[in-house]
């Protein structure tokens, strides 16, 4: 069943004019691993170690598609449609909005996928925004497991994903902007390293046709080799940073009275807020971008990630470092002196930077005045002698 839901941000767009459409999955249920429905009757007959059953990807998808429903505004590409599936434990309550969704196996994900694809290519303009959470392996191709993934007997891998072939593919068709999300563990267990038959299948067939110029990156919850991780009975870290990346650290520039996210701004943002709030760092390097296309408009203002060091290096560690608005008399925020650089988040303003030295320490102090936190990222210069 598709979702198809007009944004309550934006008037519903009219036929042929350029929208966004997004297609949202989280599969947390495996019905053929350990601990899935049917396992006993039918297990997965390929020996991938550690594999169990989730609970972070179902809420995940919720959240994410919950955005696009209520808080996704792209003036010029306003929301289409939100097409969602889920497969969620069978102890997980979901809400009746989202319940009657079909579910995460192969054959409903590549239905939605050819689905998705149409709905996109009605105009060269439009945004296509793919999101995955679910058990993700990596072989050569970064490979996602639907609910339904080791249900033939034959060949478990009959119904795994073959995403980077599918971005690959995707380069036909005429869209100019296709975002990819993908919150999916990247590991080799030792079992897939020995087997020589991996042949997941591909969402979309690259044709003899041209490929298209197009901004589409592909934004990874993890690298490779690694996990993707999420705290217990949560949201996961990567769509986290995201989320937190849409509403207020993606920005890259003002439009009027709001801030504009870019592509580009949002794999920067995600970057960021991987390395400072998460246990694993993410991978937003991969894909195809010949240009880069406005996603997303908040009114803020923007929280913006700052870094405070001095120079020449030799001070830094003996510098005491204190943040203060400009328009205010009482710092933010002090930090007394450490070897690393000062990391922490702030409003868009004119901030006061000072770094204070001990008398012994042979520097003088230093006051940066006035400096604007512009995003993606306020990194003062402060310099003493």
Not at 246 to 264: D, F, I
Not at 271 to 286: K, S
């Amino acid at each position: 069943m598709t979702v198809l839901a007009w944004s309550r941000k934006t008037a519903q767009p009219a036929a042929g004019d350029p929208q966004t459409h997004a297609l949202v999955i989280g599969v947390s249920h495996y019905a053929h691993l350990r601990g899935g429905s049917k396992h006993a009757a039918q297990p997965c007959t390929e020996n991938l170690g550690l594999l169990k059953q989730l609970q972070s990807p179902t809420m995940s998808a919720i959240e994410f598609a919950h955005f696009m429903r209520y808080e996704y505004d792209n003036p010029a590409r306003p929301l289409g449609s939100v097409d969602l599936l889920l497969s969620p434990q069978s102890t997980q309550a979901v809400s009746a909005h989202y319940s009657a969704v079909d579910r995460a196996t192969f054959d409903n994900i590549r239905n939605a996928f050819s689905d998705w694809i149409l709905r996109c290519i009605k105009n060269s303009e439009n945004v296509g925004v793919f999101y995955f959470c679910g058990h993700g392996l990596e072989k050569g191709e970064h490979i996602l497991l639907p609910e339904d993934f080791g249900a033939n007997p034959n060949n478990a891998w009959d119904t795994g994903i073959a995403f980077d072939t599918t971005h690959a593919a995707m380069g036909a068709n005429h869209f100019d902007t296709q975002l990819y999300l993908v919150d999916a563990c990247r590991e080799l267990p030792v079992s897939l390293a020995l087997n020589h038959t991996v042949q997941p299948r591909s969402l979309e067939t690259l044709r003899n046709r041209p490929l298209h110029d197009r901004d589409a990156p592909i934004l990874k919850a993890t690298t490779k080799g690694k996990q993707a991780e999420a705290p217990p009975g949560k949201v996961s870290y990567f769509t986290t940073a995201v989320l937190e990346s849409l509403r207020e650290y993606g920005a890259e520039r003002r439009s009027g009275t709001n801030w504009v996210v870019t592509t580009s701004s949002l794999k920067r943002a995600v970057q960021m807020h991987m390395e400072r709030f998460a246990p694993n760092r993410c991978d937003t390097g991969n894909g195809v971008s010949n240009f880069t296309r406005d996603l997303h408009e908040f009114s803020g203002p923007p929280r913006i990630f700052a870094e405070i060091r001095c120079r020449p290096a030799a001070a830094h560690p003996l510098a005491a470092f204190s943040l203060t608005h400009s328009a205010r008399t009482v710092p933010l925020s002090r930090r007394n002196p450490e070897v690393y650089p000062w990391l922490l988040d702030v409003e868009f303003a004119d901030w006061d930077v000072n770094a204070t030295f001990k008398p012994a320490d042979g520097y003088n102090n230093v006051q940066a005045i006035a400096q604007t936190s512009w995003p993606p990222l306020f990194a003062p210069k402060i310099e003493t002698s």
